[in-house]
């Protein structure tokens, strides 16, 4: 019912500054936790920083001042601006949407993957 579409990744060197993009279709954007992951080859896929609802940002502390998450309501769209890009920082980002119902005594967990973008950052 939810697919999520990214883009925005690419080639830059360190220092350098890239878009990210998270386009969200579906019903009730609004009401979603959204947040941004990443992943190495034979490494465990780690949150980067999500947004809530109203727009409470959290971030990765590998991340802190450089990325810079943020979401369109209007747009069913999220957002990472990444600056001050390290080598390090090189992975596939993947968008990823979440949400919780409860109907009467029954609880939904509610959460959906895109198929990522990738950033290489390389001198």
């Known amino acids: 019912q939810v697919t999520l579409v990214e883009s925005g990744g690419g080639l830059v060197r360190p220092g350098g500054s890239l878009r990210l993009s998270c386009r969200f279709s579906?019903?009730?954007?609004?009401?979603?936790?959204m947040a941004w992951y990443r992943q190495t080859p034979g490494k465990k896929r780690e949150l980067v920083a999500s947004?809530?609802?109203?727009?409470?940002?959290t971030y990765d502390d590998s991340v802190m001042g450089r990325f810079t998450m943020s979401r369109d309501n209007g747009r069913n769209s999220v957002y990472l601006q990444m600056s001050g890009l390290k080598p390090e920082d090189t992975a596939s980002y993947l968008c990823?949407?979440?949400?919780?119902?409860?109907?009467?005594?029954?609880?939904?967990?509610?959460?959906?993957w895109g198929q990522g973008t990738q950033v290489t950052v390389y001198s």
């Open positions: 579906g019903k009730e954007f609004e009401t979603y936790l």
């Open positions: 990823h949407s979440a949400k919780t119902v409860r109907r009467g005594p029954e609880i939904y967990e509610y959460e959906y």
């Open positions: 947004i809530a609802s109203g727009g409470t940002t």
